[in-house]
C-alpha cells in the first residue's frame, strides 16, 4: 500500500514540477512574443499604401479602429489626434471613434486587414514601407512622439 | 526478514518525502512564473573592454563616457522585429547624456539608408565584421550594448523584452544595470 502511495506521489510531483516549467516557459516565450513588433521595420505594405494615399509625400500614422473592450478608454484618448487615420476591419468600432469626421475613418480591404495583422497602430513612410508598429494601444505622447521621430522633414523631429 | 522490510518502508518514506519536497519547489516555481517572465531577456553583465583600433571607426565610442550601441545588419529579420524597440529607446534617450550608435558590421547602400530619419539622433556607424567582433566580441544580430568609459558593461542578444528596454533606460539614467 505504502508502495503504491509512494509511486504515485512520486508520478504527481514529477507532473507538478513539469507544470511548473511548462508555465515559466509560457511567461517567458509571451515576453519574448511581445518584443518582437507585428510588421517588421521596412515591410512593404502595399494594400495599405494604396488605401491611405500619403499626403505631402510624408508618413502616416493608422491606427486601427476596431474596439479596444477594457481598453476603450485609451483609444477614445487618441480619437481628438490630429493626423491619425483610422482603419476600421470589423463592424465593432467604438462610437467615440465612429463620430469622427467622415473621411479619416477607413473601411480595411482583406489584403490590407491581412497586411495590418496583428498591429493596433503604426507608422509608415511615404514609399509604403512599415517604420513602427505596435500591439499595444499608445498615448497620445507616445503617438506623436514617434511620428515626428520618424517624420522624414528634419524639423518634425527635433 | 523483518531488517529487510524496515529497508524498503524506510526507501519508501525517503520517495514520498522527496516527492513533497519536489512538489513544493515546483509550486513555488509556479507562484513565480509571471517574475521569470519579467525578467526574460535582461543584459548579460560584463566588463570587458572596448577594443576598438586608436584610428578606426569605432574609436569614437570607446570615448564615450555613456553609449548604447545597437548592432544591426540590414538584412537580419530578427533586427527587423526588434527595430521598433530601438525606436522606443531613441525616443526616449535623444538629447539626454547617453550617446546613442547604430554599428553595421554591412557596408551596403541598405546599411547606410537603415535608420532614415533616425539618424539625426543616432550616429550610424559602418566597420567591417572583423572589426565589430574584435572591439565588442559579439557575432550575432540584433544586440544592445551598454557601453561605459570604453567598457562594454551590459550586452543584450536578440529582440529587446519590456524588462530589457527598462534596463537599457536605467542604465542611460543611472550608469548602472
Known amino acids: 500500500m505504502l508502495g503504491i502511495f509512494a509511486l504515485a506521489a512520486a508520478m504527481a510531483a514529477e507532473g507538478v514540477q513539469t507544470l511548473a516549467e511548462m508555465r515559466e516557459r509560457h511567461y517567458v516565450i509571451l515576453a519574448r512574443q511581445e518584443a518582437a513588433s507585428p510588421l517588421p521595420y521596412h515591410a512593404p505594405l502595399p494594400a495599405l499604401h494604396a488605401l491611405v494615399p500619403a499626403v505631402d509625400g510624408g508618413g502616416r500614422v493608422l491606427v486601427r479602429a476596431d474596439s479596444a473592450g477594457a481598453r476603450a478608454a485609451a483609444l477614445c484618448a487618441l480619437a481628438a489626434e490630429a493626423d491619425v487615420r483610422w482603419i476600421a476591419l470589423s463592424a465593432a468600432v467604438d462610437p467615440c471613434v465612429a463620430e469622427r469626421p467622415r473621411g479619416r475613418m477607413i473601411r480595411a480591404s482583406a489584403p490590407a486587414a491581412a497586411e495590418l495583422g496583428g498591429a493596433r497602430w503604426m507608422v509608415m513612410d511615404a514609399g509604403g514601407r512599415a517604420l513602427y508598429s505596435s500591439r499595444t494601444i499608445p498615448s497620445g505622447e507616445e503617438l506623436r512622439r514617434t511620428a515626428a521621430l520618424l517624420a522624414p522633414d528634419v524639423e518634425a523631429g527635433r | ?177
Not at chain 2, 147 to 156: N, P, S
Open chain 2, 1 to 177: 526478514m523483518r531488517r529487510r522490510s524496515r529497508w524498503i518502508i524506510a526507501s519508501l518514506v525517503a520517495v514520498l518525502a522527496s516527492s513533497g519536497w519536489k512538489a513544493a519547489r515546483a509550486s513555488v516555481t509556479i507562484a513565480r512564473a509571471p517574475r521569470a517572465g519579467e525578467q526574460a531577456g535582461l543584459a548579460t553583465v560584463r566588463g570587458a573592454p572596448v577594443r576598438a583600433e586608436a584610428e578606426g571607426p569605432l574609436a569614437k565610442i570607446t570615448r564615450a563616457e555613456r553609449a548604447v550601441v545597437f548592432i544591426y545588419a540590414p538584412d537580419c529579420s530578427v533586427c527587423h522585429a526588434n527595430m521598433a524597440n530601438w525606436i522606443d529607446l531613441v525616443g526616449t534617450l535623444r538629447g539626454g547624456a547617453t550617446a546613442l550608435y547604430a554599428v553595421s558590421p554591412t557596408d551596403t547602400p541598405a546599411a547606410r539608408a537603415y535608420w532614415g530619419a533616425l539618424e539625426r539622433h543616432v550616429r550610424v556607424v559602418i566597420a567591417a565584421p572583423a572589426q565589430v567582433h574584435r572591439a565588442f566580441g559579439v557575432q550575432a544580430t540584433p544586440a544592445t550594448l551598454l557601453v561605459q568609459d570604453g567598457t562594454v558593461r551590459g550586452e543584450i542578444i536578440g529582440s529587446l523584452t519590456a524588462a530589457g528596454r527598462a534596463q537599457v533606460r536605467r542604465f542611460a539614467a543611472e550608469g548602472r544595470l
